[in-house]
């Protein structure tokens, strides 16, 4: 079952964007008929948004991503996971959910589930193991939503138990395989297209169910049969809005208070309208946000010349003033792993580290490695003006602020860069395709930064020039790096993890084919004005963010506040 990812509303893994064709749509008009938040009145509303266009496909299925369920988050309160997972601590073991307990085999090629007893679909209907089962086999069986292309080979069922079976070991997918969404095997059985049909009246195991549908709002219901604690949110409204002004606005305003995208002055315009109630909290997580190279192109191959350019930019002033000083957390290390979560996986010979040393040293790199100057122009090895284009697309307004601090910090060592401001579609297409020099882009997260390094240099999912890639978008290959990920994913001891995650950090701060500036984050815009109980900094108890799989967790955790 697929997760959403950090970024924007429109920032979507690229494999899905290409598949659903998404965009962020920017039409007049946002969502009505909400009730007010908390229990003033004796309502007990919370209300959601986020601003994904004026409307969105009325259709409820978990698998789609352009759908209500998956943009808007309330797929979480519907189906549930096996386990959930605190994202804002990742080393930190998953809590039990609709499986009990699980034992992985020593390699973990396997996993045997025991599965939650006393479980009620909302159709009063009984979860069986056979529900579990099926949740796995429909992935084997269609393609389409096997969103991590898990491998698996076979699943099985004795009394409570079912076990997955997998080609190989599933290690660094562990946490991914724990929050597998279980669905009503009756339900789903008999779809034509479980990646597309529409689920007009979803049948789940959580705590709500929709109880009203219009084209920007969808309401959700807390069950009186729930099989856990019942939810002191008793109603939940989640509305898409047409844009980031008009989310800003609702938020401000107390018309949402729960959200997450990117405000370029919300210190000032959201948190400085109510301190004490509008909080922001955002988490990093073991993901990076970074300038990719296309490494076939000249002289962007050069390692060097990548080397050189990560020593002069400032990350901090990307933080400051691109990020606004809270969205997309600093990354201060030179192997591109976050922290404070990604600390623990750190080398000792990379610890404190700076990816920062100043112009003095770039030069250094550059000149000790074939490269001059021509007056305050670097010349490359073949004696051509080093030049570069920057592409982003034009409303990710974070990004092209930070494209300009990079462009700036590049004049510094003699580059002369230009910024690209994009369509959205094209730059898609662009980047899978490898038609762009540089650009910013994110990376995928897991609960060690394996994810983060597998993505950049796996050359699994290397592609030609022309043809779009999921992955190892600068088509960065390297016979060391793939066998230290080949490695750090089929290690069957901790001692041997550590050794590959060593040479993979080694890997990358030689090579440098991606340059992170800013972690991914986990965090949302929020108000404690009607609701207590949200995770913070002091209680980090789940990632806050409403579109991942913690939201159930959250809400869970939420009373009114009088």
């Not at 309160?77 to 039990?96: H, R, T, V």
């Not at 989310?247 to 107390?254: D, F, K, P, R, W």
């Not at 922290?339 to 000790?368: C, F, H, M, N, R």
């Not at 500036?517 to 815009?525: D, K, M």
């Amino acid at each position: 079952m697929t997760l959403a990812t950090s970024g924007t509303a429109a920032r979507r893994p690229l494999a899905a964007l290409l598949a659903a064709g998404l965009a962020l749509t920017l039409a007049a008009g946002c969502g009505s008929g909400k009730s007010g938040g908390g229990s003033a009145g004796g309502k007990s509303v919370l209300n959601v948004g986020m601003p994904d266009g004026a409307t969105l496909p009325a259709n409820n299925n978990p698998y789609l991503d352009s759908s209500f369920a998956k943009k808007l988050g309330y797929t979480w309160l519907i189906w549930e996971p096996l386990a959930m997972q605190d994202e804002a601590k990742p080393d930190q073991d998953p809590a039990p959910w609709l499986a009990t307990k699980w034992q992985w085999a020593s390699d973990y090629s396997s996993v045997t589930l025991t599965v939650r007893d006393g479980v009620k679909w909302s159709d009063g209907s009984a979860l069986t193991p056979d529900d579990v089962a099926y949740s796995f086999q429909i992935m084997k069986d269609h393609k389409d939503v096997n969103y991590y292309s898990l491998p698996i080979t076979n699943v099985a069922t004795s009394g409570n138990q079912v076990t997955v079976t997998f080609n190989g070991s599933q290690y660094v997918n562990r946490t991914k395989i724990l929050s597998t969404q279980v669905i009503n095997k009756k339900q789903w059985s008999a779809m034509a297209d479980p990646s597309k049909d529409t689920v007009a009246n979803p049948v789940g195991t959580g705590p709500y169910t929709i109880k009203t549908t219009t084209p920007s709002t969808v309401t959700v219901a807390a069950r009186s049969d729930y099989w856990g604690s019942a939810p002191k949110v008793k109603t939940i409204n989640f509305t898409t809005y047409s844009s980031n002004d008009t989310m800003g606005a609702a938020l401000t305003s107390g018309a949402a208070e729960w959200s997450y995208y990117f405000m370029s002055d919300a210190k000032s315009t959201f948190v400085a309208k109510d301190p004490a109630h509008y909080k922001l909290y955002f988490p990093a997580q073991l993901s990076a946000d970074g300038l990719w190279f296309n490494t076939t192109k000249k002289p962007y191959d050069n390692p060097h010349l990548r080397r050189a350019i990560s020593m002069v930019i400032n990350r901090a002033d990307i933080f400051n003033q691109g990020e606004a000083g809270y969205f997309k957390p600093e990354i201060d290390n030179i192997t591109g792993v976050p922290t404070p979560q990604g600390e623990p996986y750190i080398a000792a010979q990379y610890k404190g580290v700076s990816p920062t040393t100043g112009v003095d040293a770039a030069k250094k790199e550059l000149t000790d490695n074939g490269f001059t100057y021509q007056g305050s122009t670097l010349m490359d090895p073949s004696g051509k003006p080093v030049t570069l284009t920057m592409t982003d697309p034009a409303d990710w307004n974070d990004y092209q602020t930070d494209l300009e601090i990079i462009k700036d910090n590049l004049a510094t060592i003699g580059i002369n860069a230009t910024v690209d401001k994009a369509n959205d579609d094209a730059w898609f297409d662009n980047v899978a395709k490898g038609n762009f020099d540089a650009a910013l882009h994110w990376t995928n997260s897991g609960t060690t930064p394996y994810d983060m390094y597998d993505q950049i240099m796996d050359s699994a999912g290397l592609e030609p020039i022309g043809t779009a890639a999921t992955g190892d978008f600068g088509r960065y290959q390297n016979p060391a790096a793939d066998a230290a990920l080949k490695a750090y994913s089929n290690a069957t001891d901790d001692a041997s993890r550590k050794t590959a995650m060593d040479n993979l950090e080694q890997l990358f701060v030689q090579e440098m084919p991606m340059i992170p500036t800013s972690a991914g984050n986990l965090g949302a815009e929020y108000s404690t004005k009607n609701w207590s109980g949200w995770p913070t900094a002091d209680n980090a108890y789940e990632a806050p963010q409403p579109t991942r799989w913690g939201m159930e967790d959250i809400v869970l955790h939420l009373t009114p506040s009088s």
